[in-house]
């Protein structure tokens, strides 16, 4: 039996947290991409929880200061969505630190077909 087969049925159960963790960003509401920033695609921003909110417009350079939680979203100079990250605390199950775990996936999408 492996980790995940615990999970495995209709019902779900309370999820183990991995011993190790580690920060990285991710991107989230793929749906919003292209929509313009408002009061209605503000609704979604909710459901994320996040400790702060930042919003890029244009090119502008963005600070590396990383605060867990928090969601970044940046818009083209037109004010609509062009993608909307968050900044998470992550499990590190055969992996170093975020960035590695960044990687690996990159590599795993790679091969799938």
Not at 32 to 61: D, F, I, Q
Request: hydrophobic residues 35%; glycine residues 8%; charged residues 20%.
């Amino acid at each position: 039996m492996n980790e995940l087969d615990q999970y495995l049925g209709c019902h779900g159960r309370p999820y183990q947290k991995c011993d190790r963790a580690g920060y990285t960003s991710m991107p989230v509401l793929h749906f919003l991409t292209g929509l313009p920033l408002n009061e209605l695609t503000m609704n979604y921003l909710e459901a994320l929880r996040p400790s702060a909110l930042r919003v890029v417009k244009g090119s502008h350079e963005i600070t590396c200061d990383a605060q867990c939680w928090r969601v970044t979203v940046y818009l083209k100079d037109d004010g609509t969505i062009e993608s909307i990250e968050q900044e998470v605390a992550v499990g590190l199950r055969h992996c170093e630190h975020g960035y590695d775990l960044s990687q690996q996936i990159k590599q795993l999408v790679k091969q799938v077909p």
